[in-house]
């Protein structure tokens, strides 16, 4: 992944601190912490409750956090059909030698004990990150 960026204009529904591609019609997203490009967060099918405080955390080896806004390619989740609240849901990607292809996770009806799911991606390059946020609606 090379030059890899994002800009996020128009986002729909009640959105605070986003700063990710997201299609949310009848519900709101509050507090998400990171950028990825080319992800599709998919919220058209039946989202009846609440999804608050999903967040995405990127690790590398050295166990050093990435910095919120980071960019990453190709991840894809899905919220289509989700009946239930989806509270403090978070998708931990672990990447082990700072690289990271084609990473995939598809999240339904996420009410587990600790919310939690762990994705482990396939290998590529990440170089270059960079992301903006531009036009997200504030209410």
Known sequence: MT????????MPGEVLNASIHI????????????VVANMS????????????????????????????YTVIENVSMNF????????????????????????SKSIMDVCNVDNTVHVTPTVSSITNLHSSSKGVDSM
């Not at 030059?3 to 128009?10: E, L, R």
């Open 3 to 10: 030059n890899v960026s994002i800009v996020n204009t128009n």
């Open 23 to 34: 299609n949310v019609i009848p519900q709101e997203v509050v507090h998400s912490t990171a």
């Open 41 to 68: 967060v998919d919220c058209v099918g039946t989202v009846i409750q609440e999804v608050s405080n999903v967040s995405i955390h990127m690790k590398i080896a050295s166990e050093e956090m990435i910095p919120s």
């Open 80 to 103: 289509a059909d989700v009946s239930k609240k989806m509270s403090t849901a978070s998708t931990h990607i672990d990447v082990t030698s700072k690289e990271i292809v084609d990473a």
